[in-house]
Structures are given as C-alpha cells and as structure tokens.
C-alpha cells in the first residue's frame, strides 16, 4: 500500500510539473518537484523502501526528459545518499532545518545537471541566465520545500492509517 | 288649550328647522370656532404615530418582499452572467484555437510534405534540457527523427516514440542540430539550442555578410527538416579578429512557452 501511496504522488507531482505548471508563468524557473520528495524518503523513510522507488521514478524522469538517460537516477541517488549521510551528523528532522535541506538539495541536483551539460555536451557555456534559474530555484526551495516535506508526511501517516483500517493491519 | 301632543310636533318641526337652516349657515362659511384646532392637536399626533407605523409596517413588508425577489433576482443574474462569462471566455478560447488551426491548416495545404497534426500535452521535467510530449505516436506513422513544425518555423525533431505518444526534442535544447542558411546571402551553418530561449548558428565562415535581423532558414540538407522552412532571426553577430567561424546568435519565430498544436512531417525532405 505504501508503494502504491508514493506512485500516486509521483504521478500527481509529474502531472503537475510537466502539464499544469508550465501554463503559469509564476512557476516558470521553480525547481524539480521530485527533489523534495526524494529528501523526504531519505528523512524519514527508510533505505530498503526508498531505493526500489527512487530507482524507478528517475528512470521514468529520465525517459520523460531530453537528458542523457540515467542523469536523474543519478541525481536522485546522489540526493538520498546526501541526505542520509547529513541525518547522521545533524538533526535536519526539526523542521527549522528543513527549508536549508530541501535548498541544498535543489542546488545539489542543478550542480549536477550542469556537470553533466559541462561533460557531455562539447561547446557548452552557462549564461547569468542560468545561474539566475538555479538562485530562483533555490530561492523557491528555501520558502516551498518544507511545505511539501510536511504535506507528505502528514499524507503518509493518513494513508498508513487509512490503509491499516482497510486491510485491518498497519502496513509498512 | 293646545293639547300637549301637538306642542311636542311642533317642537320638533321647529328644531328641525333650526337644525337644516345651521346647517346652511354652517356649510356656507366652514367655520371652526378654534374647537378645530384644539382636536386637531390632540389627535393628529395619536394619527401620525398609528399611519406612520401602519406606512412602515406596509413599506418594510413591501421592501422585505422586494429585497428577497430583488436578492433572488440579483443572484439569478449573478449566475447567468456567471454562465455568460463563461462561454465568453470559451466561445473566445474556441476562437483562438479556431485561428490557430486554420493558420496550420492553410500551412499544411502549404507543404509538400505529408504532415500530422499533434498536439503538446507536457513539457520536459527538467530546466535544462528542452523536449516537449506531443500525442501522437507509432500507431498514427511518427517515427523517431521527423521533423516537427508551425505555421512560424521549425519546432524540432522526434527523438522518441511510444504507440501514442512522441517526445519532441526542441531547436532550443542544447543536443538539438538543424542545417540551416541565411536567406539572403545563403551563408550556411548550424543551428544549435543557446541559453534563455535563444539558438546558436553556428560554424558560419567569417567571410559571410551575416546581418542582425537577417531571416534564417533550413538548408533542407540535414535529411531531417524540408528546406525554406523558417527558423528565426539573427539577434546578434561577433565577429572575432581570430578564427575562421563567426558567433551568430538567432532568435526562433516559435515562441517555445505557447506551443499547442504542432504538425510532424511524416516524409523525409525531397533533395
């Protein structure tokens, strides 16, 4: 059940990034939304639950962008190995640290985006434009992200209990 | 002796007299003797306070009435130009995509080519990187690497494909490569994705005369896009004192954030 609570988010958060936001000109340089959900299985869910999930969602990303194949799986395992290395030196669950996690993590995926436009294609230059969409993003990360870390927890524990009620045993 | 019957006839008949000739005195002059006054200033306040009651009374009933049919009346209105509005802004959507598709279908009559029409239902996921979706796919005869255009120019090329679905690599994405000239002085060269939206043409030799506004269009000799086909406008040009190549910066005639419909050549450019 809980697999089948983070697919329906994962498809709720892909519609919404690739179809409804970009009618809105407001959310023209917001971040990846799969970011902070990937920080929120590496905060508080555990590894053995996460990896499967976030194997198949970059590789879904992957195949729905014009990247290089495999550039998201990466991004997005680097991202859960970052945050549950930095879970044991700090306690990022108190939610006064969560807006910098989610930041970090936002920055960490475009710097290794533009790693990847830097390796792979020959000739490629940033423009103040670009560092301009990542300050954006970031920014947006910084007053958003928490947000919508707590919103998938707070959904994570109704669905666990919904779920729990419907098949009479809580689920993992 | 008068008998005491005949007195008491004549008595009357005398007071009715009297009482008929006062009366015309009376109706003749409407004098009131002050009397008038006094009553009038004692009831008229009593008749004020029970007409003014029995006015509000009537007036607030009426009003009451009134407001709830003018409130019923308002909030019918206020829906109907609710649903009025409504069909405004849908009969208006209806028209631009009216306008739209008659411009893609007058180009389509247009060109040589056999084309699909499809439409774009997402975006790429990632800033970076510049593909849109568009739905239609194997099933209706897209294959990877047709050329996907507008009435405006060239949109970009297929680089994948489902049964009803493609995904379309834009002129603008960095990996994106269209052999491209200009059109008036046929300097040739290739037009490659550039940042904020704009594209690079690139390896145009430094001999060429490339000017700024200068229109730039496919060479057709990529195998991919039909020739004559419209790309953009040359936005800027530097030319280095080294080098044999010149940086010429193009701005596409496809505005990228308002692609609806597009049209995918389905067979390859004649030579």
Redesign the interface.
């Known amino acids: 059940m809980t697999y089948f609570f983070y697919i329906c988010t994962f498809v709720l958060l892909?519609i919404f990034?690739?179809?409804v936001m970009?009618y809105f000109p407001l959310f023209d340089?917001f971040y990846?939304l799969?970011a902070p959900f990937v920080i929120y299985l590496g905060l508080f869910r555990s590894v053995r639950e996460s990896i499967p999930i976030i194997i198949i969602f970059g590789f879904i990303?992957d195949?729905?962008?014009?990247?290089p194949l495999g550039l998201?799986l990466t991004t997005y395992l680097w991202l859960f190995a970052s945050v549950r290395w930095v879970i044991t030196i700090l306690r990022v669950r108190d939610n006064v640290l969560l807006p910098f996690v989610v930041a970090a993590g936002v920055l960490l995926e475009n710097i290794i985006?533009?790693g990847a436009?830097t390796m792979f294609?020959s000739g490629?230059?940033?423009?103040q434009?670009?560092f301009s969409?990542v300050a954006v993003?970031v920014l947006w990360a910084l007053v958003t992200g928490p947000i919508f870390l707590i919103f998938f927890k707070y959904l994570h524990q109704r669905w666990d209990k919904w779920s729990g009620e419907i098949l009479g045993s809580p689920t993992s | 002796m008068i008998p005491k019957k005949m007195v008491v006839i004549i008595g009357v008949i005398v007071l009715i007299a009297a009482n008929i000739i006062a009366l015309s005195v009376t109706s003749r002059r409407h004098a009131s003797f002050g009397s008038g006054r006094i009553a009038l200033s004692f009831a008229a306040p009593f008749q004020k306070a029970v007409t003014r009651s029995i006015r509000f009374a009537r007036g607030l009933w009426k009003h009451y009435f009134l407001t709830v049919s003018v409130a019923q009346e308002s909030y019918k209105y206020k829906k109907a130009l609710g649903l009025a509005q409504q069909q405004n802004n849908q009969l208006r959507e209806l028209k631009l995509t009216n306008v739209r598709l008659r411009n893609l279908l007058d180009f389509q009559k247009t060109m040589t080519n056999q084309v699909l029409a499809a439409e774009a239902?997402?975006?790429?996921?990632?800033?970076?990187?510049?593909?849109i979706?568009i739905d239609k796919g194997k099933d209706e005869g897209v294959a990877k690497g047709m050329a996907v255009v507008v009435p405006e120019g060239i949109v970009g090329q297929v680089?994948?494909v489902s049964a009803h679905n493609s995904?379309v690599?834009?002129i603008i994405?960095?990996?994106s490569a269209v052999d491209a000239l200009i059109q008036r002085t046929r300097a040739r060269g290739v037009i490659k994705g550039g940042?904020?939206g704009r594209c690079l043409f690139k390896y145009v030799l430094r001999k060429h005369d490339v000017g700024v506004g200068e229109r730039v269009v496919s060479s057709g000799m990529d195998g991919v896009f039909p020739k004559g086909l419209a790309v953009g406008r040359v936005a800027g040009v530097i030319r280095r004192s080294s080098g044999i190549f010149q940086e010429v910066t193009v701005t596409p005639f496809v505005d990228f954030?308002k692609l609806e419909e597009v049209l995918v050549v389905l067979s390859p450019p004649k030579h």
Do not use: V
């Open positions: 892909l990034q690739t179809t970009p340089r990846d799969l990303m195949n729905l962008s014009g990247g998201y985006f533009m436009i294609e490629s230059r940033f423009s434009a670009d969409t993003q | 239902i997402g975006k790429d996921p990632s800033q970076w990187y510049k593909t979706i680089m994948d995904k690599l834009l994405d960095p990996n940042s904020s954030e």
